[in-house]
């Protein structure tokens, strides 16, 4: 009998909110929580421990989480433990405990690497564990439990939290200070990816390009090299990186190496050099536009896109018509654009001016209308060209096989093989783009070479073929 109720006990649920960065770290909280022996299982209902990886980065949060805890606060009653993890947890603090006296466990994710001794103190029974001072560690979470979703393509996180403190961001406050994995630690990482048939690997982090190694092996660029260059590996991608630690040699390594692949997410903010002062983001759009010429002239064609903020606290007509400029002047293939959302403890919360929400809401609608208009035309240049696309699902309602492509665009695309066999998820396929949308590419996948082994179909940079 005791057996079986810790085996009930050791299931677990978990729903992760926001960015790639939550997704991963939640791959890495389910690995460790496997690896202590608790089962996952897909709702609350059958779960002994049901875990929110919460994200606080805009708007109300907090409030989405609580209200989420309230909804199954029933299930307490059952003796079900919840353990709230992420940025509401470290944003919120004790004070989850009071909001939701039901909960065990609060975590920022700097403290994610004490998981096995907070799991350890709630199975013994401890009410009330928290994982909240360690915004100041040195130490990243390292674990080689990570229970990755997808089978070729995962993330790996190269450094994590954030010094930049910028005006209208909680990253700093929720998730440390920054602090860079050596260089080795990557490598071991990736090579096991590589032994388990890995193809895709994505380096991770709020700042990828501020990553240092702390053994000063390798520079940033190095580090996309090195795994770039390990056999197996076919495409290396990176996000986020900041314009103020963009260097030249990101440029040259994705030039000279052909499993890098064709995108920078490089994101500006602001057209408005007064906004980004304000902002505290430290650089002029001047300065970003000079990075954006370094980009244009590699001899790829690499592919830009932004995150953008409209409606920050004192932003004027006429800087809100510079972010419109300077979309203009890029043409971004993506841009994700956000109202300016005030969040707490951060300086841009006690701004003056504040924008009125119709006001935000009026400049994101051209922000985004303008961008629309921009892909329309941008997306235009692929038609005709081959591209390397990996398999990533298949839309029954369409026919089609939905994929990505270097520049980690969509392509929805047909196959004759379709017909007798999919292609197989993970697998590269060179497809010829039949029809440009203003979201996605739309092609056939060229027959002859899909004979061909997948190790000898060429990437598309090295073969674009034009009408
Ligand atoms: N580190 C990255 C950088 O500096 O560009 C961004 C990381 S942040 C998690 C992702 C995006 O959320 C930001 O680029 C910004 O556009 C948006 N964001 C962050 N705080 C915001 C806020 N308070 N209101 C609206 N958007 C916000
Ligand atoms: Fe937030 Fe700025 Fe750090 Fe990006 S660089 S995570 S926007 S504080």
């Known amino acids: 009998m005791g057996d079986i ?10 729903e992760t909110f926001g960015c790639q960065m939550n997704a991963h770290d939640s791959e890495k909280v389910i690995g460790t929580l496997e690896q202590q022996g608790y089962a996952r299982v897909q709702d609350e209902d059958a779960a002994g421990l049901i875990l929110y990886n919460t994200c606080s980065i805009r708007d109300k949060a907090e409030q989405k989480v609580f209200h989420r805890l309230n909804e199954y606060k029933k299930l307490q009653g059952e003796g079900k433990k919840f353990a709230v993890l992420g940025c509401v947890a470290q944003q919120e603090g004790q004070k989850i405990f009071e909001k939701a006296p039901y909960v065990s466990m609060v975590a920022g994710s700097a403290s994610y690497r004490n998981l096995p001794e907070m799991l350890r103190r709630l199975e013994a029974g401890e009410e009330r564990i928290t994982g909240l001072d360690d915004r100041q560690t040195e130490l990243t979470f390292e674990t080689e439990f990570t229970a990755r979703s997808n089978p070729h393509r995962g993330y790996i996180t190269i450094i994590e939290g954030c010094d930049k403190f910028c005006a209208y961001c909680v990253v700093p406050y929720t998730r440390g200070k920054e602090r860079s994995r050596t260089a080795a630690s990557v490598l071991v990482e990736a090579r096991k990816m590589v032994d388990l048939g890995f193809t895709e690997i994505q380096f991770l982090g709020q700042n990828v390009n501020s990553y240092r190694d702390p053994s000063g092996r390798m520079s940033f660029a190095e580090l996309l090299v090195a795994v770039g260059e390990l056999p197996g590996i076919r495409r290396v991608r990176f996000t986020t990186s900041h314009p103020r630690d963009f260097t030249r040699d990101i440029v040259q390594a994705i030039d000279d190496t052909p499993t890098l692949c064709d995108h920078i997410h490089l994101p500006v903010q602001s057209g408005s050099t007064a ?10 759009r001047e300065w970003y536009l000079e990075r954006m010429n370094w980009i244009k002239a590699a001899k790829r064609d690499i592919s830009i896109t932004s995150d953008m903020i409209v ?7 006429a800087d809100f018509e510079e972010t419109i400029t300077l979309v203009g002047e890029v043409k971004y293939d993506a841009v994700f654009a956000f109202k300016f959302s005030p969040r707490p403890n951060t300086p841009a919360v006690t701004m003056a001016d504040s924008i009125p929400d119709e006001v935000k809401t009026e400049r994101l609608r051209i922000l985004m209308d303008r961008q629309r208009e921009i892909q329309r035309k941008h997306y235009g240049r692929h038609l005709g060209e081959v591209q390397e696309v990996m398999v990533e699902s298949y839309n029954p309602s369409r026919n089609q096989v939905v994929g990505r492509s270097t520049q980690n665009k969509t392509v929805n695309f047909s196959t004759a093989q379709i017909v007798q066999a999919r292609p197989p998820i993970g697998s590269y396929l060179p497809v010829r783009i039949t029809q440009t949308l203003p979201n996605c590419l739309v092609g056939e996948a060229i027959e002859d070479a899909e004979a061909l082994p997948v190790a000898s179909v060429q990437r598309a940079s090295d073969f674009v073929v034009l009408n």
């Not at 920050?312 to 007509?317: A, K, S, Y």
Request: glycine share 8%; with cysteine; charged share 20%.
């Open 5 to 14: 109720l810790v085996c009930v006990s050791k299931t677990f649920y978990i």
């Open 275 to 284: 906004v980004l002062q304000a902002m505290a983001r430290e650089y002029t």
């Open 311 to 317: 409606g920050f606290p004192g932003e004027t007509d």
